[in-house]
């Protein structure tokens, strides 16, 4: 990958824990707008905000990035989020999806949506939940 801004995301996010959430924060523009299947908001401390709430709920957060492809001020990245429970520790989970990015004339993150199943990735593997997630699944199925 090519392009320093890119680099740079990939970095701070492979490096991602509560100590380096300003390293992580540094990368946005003051009004950057961040989406995902659980959050829309906008600015810098809502943004950060989203990760503290992440480092509350789940154990041992890392990223792994499999792709990255950037034209102009836009890039798309693959990843695989892994992580294991708070509540059940010793069990690691994983989450695969994607990210567009694009970014301002100063090189910032100005928008930042992620894009994973919530269904497939969270709801499937809860007991109850998922029990019926995959027979709707199954009924729904061609």
């Known amino acids: 990958m090519q392009d320093a801004r890119v680099r740079r995301v990939i970095a701070a996010y492979a490096l991602l824990s509560p100590a380096t959430l300003e390293d992580v924060e540094a990368l946005y ?6 989406k995902d299947p659980f959050n829309e908001v906008q600015g810098r401390t809502a943004v950060r905000a989203i990760f ?3 480092f509350r709920q789940v154990t041992a957060p890392r990223f792994v990035f499999h792709e990255a ?4 001020d836009i890039a798309f990245l693959s990843w ?5 429970s708070s509540a059940r520790a010793a069990d690691e989970h ?3 999806g994607s990210t567009e990015l694009r970014f301002d004339a100063q090189g910032l993150v100005a ?4 894009y994973w199943d919530a269904a497939e ?3 499937e593997k809860l007991p109850l939940l998922g029990a019926l997630m995959r027979a709707l699944k199954r009924r729904l199925r061609a």
């Open 69 to 72: 492809v950037a034209q102009g």
């Open 121 to 123: 990735e969270l709801y």
């Open 111 to 114: 928008w930042h949506r992620d």
């Open 29 to 34: 523009a003051a009004d950057a707008r961040f």
């Open 94 to 96: 994983a989450i695969r």
């Open 80 to 84: 695989t989020l892994h992580y294991r």
């Open 52 to 54: 503290e709430h992440m």
